[in-house]
């Protein structure tokens, strides 16, 4: 069993993608609903499926518990865990509302407020109520055992963009599958002719530099609340 855990806008669609289309394994979700339902392990996807065998669970926004602790253990999880640089993220996760709407489990809002407010008060709302459930999210993976004991594959979203094949071969080994890096490239051939809907928005790197300063200062701020975590894949 597969699961890619991962922060939202880090490339995640993508690298399912990339992998359903290499391993050609059983695709479970192991969340029920989306929307602005936080999206915890639920057993029952699993169950009513049927699964048996190789099962690939695509991209999920879970934080770490101890619950999810024990369902990694008693499914032999290989855990992926995907994130991207922080200040990216923002950029993105802006364009992504404006594109399909504020409807997400990491803070609440309503199209009405959204377009009630300016730009830059939106980009506070992020930094001030959504950016908040990405430090939970990080800071509950990479504090668990399941981190120190090398049980998490942790990859970043520039590294899948700019060594694409390198990054998943990288994957494929973690989880156990000797998929060649030719094959892989293949894959992404394939998938470049088809132009496969992936949801992403710029894919560019660096947007998240345009941030006005005092925000960029309050996310790092953040980070004085962990001192033992480091967060260098999230960019700071």
Partial sequence: HIWLVCAPKSGSTWLTRILKDTLKWDEIKMVPSFGNREQEIDLSCLLSKGASGNVLTPHQHCRYSAYTHEIIDALDTKVIFQVRDIFDTILSF????????????????????????????????????????????????MSSSLHSEGRLKIITYNELRNETVNTVAGVLKYCGEGESASKVQGVLDKQKKKKKNTRQNKGVVGRGDSLPEHLKERVRSYTKYYPHVDFGPMGL
Avoid: Q
């Avoid at 489990?105 to 930094?127: C, I, Q």
């Avoid at 001030?128 to 459930?133: G, N, Q, T």
């Fill in 94 to 141: 802006y364009d992504h509302i404006e594109m399909e709407g504020p409807t997400f489990p990491s803070g609440f809002m309503n199209e009405k407020s959204w377009a009630l407010m300016d730009e830059l008060t939106r980009y506070e709302y992020l930094v001030d109520l959504v950016i908040p459930w990405y430090f939970n999210f990080y800071c509950s993976w």
